[in-house]
């Protein structure tokens, strides 16, 4: 029987394993995930509250994956980029987005003024084909495992030391549709949660989709109690549908019903996206249509001038636009921010890296 991916298990997976196994009561389970995700042990020898006759006996059933910094850059504004290599992926298709069948994926450090926030990847590749992303001219190629998805954020954590930093705020925005990942993602925050392993709340935790309706639904209806950021983007569907292909098939009357509908709860509201495309969605028709969308909607905007891509034919707007709008949605009464652009001279937009690495044959 091959070993069992400790980081694959929830802290409830971990519970029945022990107790199954072993007969151990569940705070065993408590002891062996302090161990791992508090106190960073990648072995049983010197988990010294476990027997030793447990100890053996584990040693030879978990195992402990790895992730592998393949390569970091470092922005002039703090902001780190990294490209992680998670192993071999089970591919949905015959499209490579490694090297050598490698599960490339990024993730991004974002220096911010108050705190570091981490980017993760939930995919290799991504089906939803926006126009503006580079991670969609990949396609979907695999789901990230639960143990994946934990792996990445490890790997970034241990390279953090030495810059005397860490997070505190994480965001599935990064390679990658979070909810069509679902299962895995669900799974994960499990671990990211559980106040045994890494006790992140679920306030400190943000989601964001394109605009899967029905899972966006199962997302309130399951309680997974992270923050839910929706790509809007557009004002009208023509331009929707573009640009973001998903809105074919959840167009936004039906995405802002059923955002009407939602029950947030002591959430109050979730979070629209809008990526400022220059002379694409940031016209004078687009300003005056949103307030008119988004009247009596439990929602706060956030403003995202591009963040380039080279090739990809879209640029950012002017920093004077941006501050338009913001001011002009104010004064209407929309809770609106804008979330600037990090790590352009890193390439930090999503799928530069690995885009750049199949170029290059960086992975052997």
């Not at 069992?4 to 997976?13: E, G, I, Q, R």
């Not at 590749?125 to 992303?133: I, N």
């Not at 979907?140 to 934990?150: D, P, Y």
Request: hydrophobic content about 40%; glycine content about 8%.
């Amino acid at each position: 029987m091959s070993p069992v991916d400790f980081f694959s298990l929830t802290p409830v997976d971990l519970a029945h394993l022990l107790q199954d196994r072993y007969g151990e009561p569940s705070y065993r389970a408590h002891q062996l995930l302090e161990w791992v995700y508090k106190k960073g042990r990648r072995d049983f020898d010197g988990m010294t509250n476990i027997s030793r006759e447990l100890r053996e006996k584990l040693q030879d059933e978990i195992c402990f994956s790895e992730a592998k910094i393949v390569e970091r850059k470092i922005s002039l504004d703090g902001t780190r980029k990294y490209l992680i290599d998670l192993g071999e992926f089970v591919a949905k298709r015959t499209v490579s987005a490694g090297v050598g069948g490698r599960a490339l994926v990024e993730a991004v450090m974002i220096k911010q003024p108050r705190r570091m926030t981490l980017c993760l990847s939930s995919q290799v590749g991504c089906g939803m084909a926006c126009a503006f992303c580079m991670t969609g001219t990949m396609g979907f190629v695999a789901h990230l495992s639960e143990s994946q998805i934990i792996r990445q954020l490890l790997a970034v954590a241990e390279d953090s030391r030495q810059f005397g930093d860490s997070f505190s705020n994480i965001v599935f925005m990064g390679m990658g549709e979070p909810l069509h990942n679902f299962e895995n993602l669900k799974r994960a925050l499990l671990i990211l949660n559980s106040p045994y392993a890494f006790d992140i709340g679920p306030r400190k935790i943000t989601v964001s989709t394109s605009g899967l309706l029905p899972e966006i639904k199962r997302f309130f209806d399951e309680s997974l109690g992270a923050n839910l950021a929706v790509s809007l983007n557009a004002t009208d569907d023509e331009v929707r549908s573009k640009i973001m292909p998903v809105n074919k098939r959840y167009n936004l009357n039906a995405l802002l019903e059923l955002v009407r509908g939602l029950p947030l709860g002591k959430r109050k509201t979730i979070t629209f996206e809008y990526v400022m495309l220059a002379g694409v969605n940031d016209r004078e028709e687009d300003l005056n249509r949103l307030p008119e969308l988004l009247n009596g909607l439990p929602v706060k905007l956030n403003l995202i001038p591009y963040n380039s891509n080279g090739g990809l034919g879209f640029e950012p707007p002017s920093a004077s636009k941006v501050s338009e709008w913001q001011k002009t949605l104010s004064m209407m009464g929309i809770v609106t921010t804008v979330r600037w652009s990090k790590g352009g001279d890193i390439a930090a937009a999503c799928g530069q890296l690995v885009s750049a690495a199949k170029r290059s044959d960086l992975v052997h």
